[in-house]
T-cell receptor
């Protein structure tokens, strides 16, 4: 079935180090979203990418959508303790037609040592 | 601008019982999706409601049912509760128009414990 793999599953960094999580889909996606969930919290929408090769930035966060629209990445520059949480990607398969169900990755949990 | 709200926050039920969870979408949103999130896992899609009808369903048994009201709020009902139904139940709302249909705004969730 269609699935989205996220790597790594866990990442432990020192504050100030960079962090990257990767999302790889078994199928071409029409769009992809990124969400952040703090411990004990709920997923919070960060961004949506739609175009092949698209790059978007939000302060220290850089999001990329691959040229083939099958992979995506989230890069955080100079991590802070406020970046702690689990980062999920979720996308819609391009061949899903009117099916609006998103395929979710299992998430990457980020821990930051102060 | 009110975000997505859910009630109750926490709930403890016994096996075999039935439960109803409630969700009010973010202002301006007309679509509600429900997810189940077990501890340490990603959200699992249960179903989505739009125009008071179930538009999409994930791999959940018929014990899980829902409803959407004319004001776009929604309920999730689970019958014959099992221990494995213990999880965080998340409601997410979105606007049906264009690409924003996939931008989901989550409520704080209802933590259901089945004993």
């Amino acid at each position: 079935g269609q699935q989205v793999m996220q790597i790594p599953q866990y990442q432990h960094v020192q504050e100030g180090e960079d962090f990257t999580t990767y999302c790889n889909s078994s199928t071409t996606l029409s769009n992809i979203q990124w969400y952040k969930q703090r411990p004990g919290g709920h997923p919070v929408f960060l961004i949506q990418l739609v175009k092949s090769g698209e790059v978007k930035k939000q302060k220290r966060l850089t999001f990329q959508f691959g040229e083939a629209k099958k992979n995506s990445s989230l890069h955080i520059t100079a991590t802070q303790t406020t970046d702690v949480g689990t980062y999920f990607c979720a996308g819609k398969a391009i061949n899903a037609g009117n099916n609006r169900k998103l395929i979710w990755g299992l998430g990457t949990s980020l821990a930051v040592n102060p | 601008d009110a975000g997505v709200t859910q009630s109750p926050t926490h709930l403890i039920k016994t096996r075999g019982q039935q439960v109803t969870l409630r969700c009010s979408p973010k202002s301006g949103h007309d679509t509600v999706s429900w997810y189940q999130q077990a501890l340490g896992q990603g959200p699992q899609f249960i179903f989505q409601y739009y125009e008071e009808e179930e538009r999409q369903r994930g791999n959940f048994p018929d014990r899980f049912s829902g409803h959407q009201f004319p004001n776009y709020s929604s309920e999730l009902n689970v019958n014959a509760l099992l221990l494995g139904d213990s999880a965080l139940y998340l409601c997410a709302s979105s606007f049906s128009g264009g690409l924003k249909a996939y931008e989901q705004y989550f409520g704080p969730g209802t933590r259901l414990t089945v004993t």
